[in-house]
């Protein structure tokens, strides 16, 4: 299994923004291994800053939800850590509710699907800072949120869109994940499962059975028409900036061999500045922009279209299976 906590926050002044993720991973038999992941990225910088490291030393923090060592933990309010180089004491805080992409209880018990998303924070502010070689960046009334997902293995191909800072509404969100599964040598279609906010109000987008789904995609960009409640339609728009997409490997618990390293590492323990994971077994080649450009069409039967762009508060993840 594996479990992730995790935080997006960007600048609502420029494209600079902070995807920091905290995992635990096990497999059948061997201990669990815990992993930091930090993508920093800077539209005006190119390549963004990338570092990862695994420990085993793995704790849970009274009150929080999960810490590795002394100085890594992420809790509801706090998000504290070093990972390599880079260091980061972050305090954040939300008022909408938790956002549970499945519609339906039933899902986050059963075996299928394999992952299981929820975000406890769909829209945050966060506060603090993030220190890396040569620069601190003070984080001061940044907007994002906060995510947690979990299962025994990743979708075949997968896409995460989170969108926020809308210049039309500042307090609107998008938070949508889609998956397409193997299931007896073949992928299935699209689903998608999300909702989004706007003018105060939430409404959910997909679910199993929904309508009407289109999906154009690759890792610069992305194009979807997300099908929601009561005749809702969201036209999404996402453009990546240049040279500034994080590019990652994951691997699935269940498939890596019996050795006593049970992590994403290689035996270097750590990978920097776009390294790749070499890691045998399920694959998938993710890349990860948090300070993209969203555009949004939203229409709803009897009401007029409603028109949303955020400059660079759009998050958009693509998974690619290697298989």
């Not at 497999?27 to 420990?55: E, I, N, T």
């Not at 997902?149 to 809308?166: C, K, M, Q, T, V």
């Not at 193997?182 to 997909?206: F, Q, S």
């Not at 194009?223 to 453009?239: K, M, N, Y």
């Amino acid at each position: 299994m594996y479990e992730s906590f995790y935080l997006r926050a960007v600048s609502p002044r420029e494209p600079v923004g902070a995807w920091i993720r905290y995992t635990v991973e096990k497999q059948g038999g061997l201990r669990a291994r815990g992993s930091l992941w930090v993508s920093v990225f800077d539209g005006h910088a190119g390549a963004p800053f990338m570092y990862r490291q695994s420990s085993d030393d793995l704790v849970l923090p009274a009150g929080g939800w999960i810490g590795l060592g002394d100085d890594s933990r992420f809790g509801p309010g706090v998000a504290v850590g070093r990972c390599g180089p880079a260091r980061w004491s972050l305090r954040f805080a939300g008022e909408e509710p938790e956002l549970r992409h499945f519609k339906q209880p039933w899902l986050y018990r059963t075996p299928l699907p394999r992952t299981k998303p929820t975000s406890p924070l769909p829209a945050a502010r966060f506060d603090g800072k993030i220190e890396l070689p040569g620069r601190t960046l003070q984080v001061d009334g940044w907007r994002g949120m906060v995510g947690h997902n979990w299962g025994s293995e990743h979708a075949a191909r997968w896409i995460w869109l989170h969108g926020i800072d809308f210049r039309e509404d500042a307090n609107a969100w998008l938070d949508v994940a889609l998956g397409r599964v193997l299931l007896a040598g073949r992928l299935t279609p699209w689903v998608a499962n999300g909702a989004i906010c706007i003018d105060g109000r939430r409404l959910r987008l997909g679910g199993l059975g929904a309508r009407g789904l289109k999906v154009a995609e690759s890792p610069a960009r992305c194009s979807l028409s997300l099908p929601g409640e009561r005749g809702l339609l969201v036209e999404a728009h996402v453009d990546t900036v240049p040279n500034c997409i994080a590019r990652w490997r994951y691997s699935d618990p269940r498939d890596r061999p019996d050795t006593g390293d049970a992590g994403l590492d290689t035996a270097a323990n750590s990978k920097h500045d776009g390294e790749l994971d070499t890691a045998s077994g399920g694959e998938h080649d993710v890349s990860n922009c948090s300070v993209a450009a969203l555009a949004l069409n939203v229409r709803a039967p009897g009401e007029a279209a409603i028109a949303l762009h955020s400059a660079h508060g759009g998050a958009y993840e693509l998974g690619v299976s290697r298989l």
